[in-house]
């Protein structure tokens, strides 16, 4: 079945570095993906949607400049999280979905616990 | 828009005991209808789905039923297990979407087994 692989699945940083997570589809072709923020016991929040070789769409109230997403290739996803500051730790998650499998599944990374000290 | 609402957590079962976990959805057309669960620390797997109006979906005990006439998709297992302990996430996607919208999720509802 389709395998999404995400990495890191945990980083702690200094308050003011960058950190970039990576999503990657392993067996199929992924034109969007999908990146998820979760609070401590908290549904999944959308941030943004990537799209392969064009910009990504980000909700209302996601700042575009803190949460850099590059879709370079059907595959790989990043997400990078600049001058990352303490409010930003939290549980990151991505999704994609396989547009060839009529099922219309969608699956998810194992997600990425990010902790700013 | 789509909606997705679930009942509240968290849901406090014994082992062996029945387990109902309601989710009503608001959509219009005929939206694809899933299931998916989160062990503590992980990402999301696929529980079940189903694509079309009386379609059960059913995967390790679990199942639930595409009730269009009540716009439900509850979720049952007929005796759950401390492994059980997960949040659950029930989700709505168009079908004729090509995969450029995200999946519509509702609020998750944390469910306990104590043995």
């Known amino acids: 079945g389709a395998v999404v692989s995400q990495h890191p699945s945990w980083v702690i940083c200094k308050s003011g570095t960058s950190v970039k997570i990576e999503c990657r589809s392993l067996?199929?072709?992924?034109?969007?993906m999908f990146w998820y923020r979760q609070f401590p016991k908290q549904s999944l929040m959308l941030m943004a949607t990537?799209?392969?070789?064009?910009?990504?769409?980000?909700e209302q109230g996601v700042e575009k400049d803190k949460f850099l997403i590059n879709h370079a290739s059907l595959t790989l996803s990043t997400l990078t999280v600049t001058s990352a500051h303490p409010e930003d730790s939290s549980f990151y998650i991505c999704?994609?979905?396989?547009?060839?499998?009529?099922?219309?599944?969608?699956?998810f990374g194992s997600g990425t616990r990010l902790t700013v000290v | 828009g789509d909606s997705v609402t679930q009942m509240e957590g968290p849901v406090t079962l014994s082992e062996e005991a029945f387990l109902t976990i309601n989710c009503t959805y608001t959509?219009?057309?005929?939206?694809?209808l899933f299931w998916y669960v989160q062990y503590p620390g992980e990402g999301l797997q696929l529980l079940l789905k189903?694509?079309?109006?009386?379609d059960k979906g059913s995967n390790k005990g679990f199942e639930a039923t595409y009730r269009k006439e009540t716009t439900s998709f509850h979720l049952e297992k007929g005796s759950v297990q401390v492994s059980d302990s997960a949040v659950y996430f029930c989700?709505?996607?168009?079908?004729?979407?090509?995969?450029?919208?995200?999946?519509?999720f509702g609020s998750g509802t944390r469910l306990q087994v104590q043995p």
């Open positions: 999704s994609a979905r396989d547009a060839a499998d009529s099922s219309y599944g969608y699956t």
């Open positions: 067996d199929f072709q992924a034109t969007t």
């Open positions: 990537s799209n392969e070789g064009s910009k990504a769409t980000y």
């Open positions: 959509a219009t057309g005929y939206p694809s």
């Open positions: 189903a694509t079309k109006a009386d």
């Open positions: 989700a709505l996607s168009d079908p004729m979407d090509t995969g450029r919208r995200a999946l519509t």
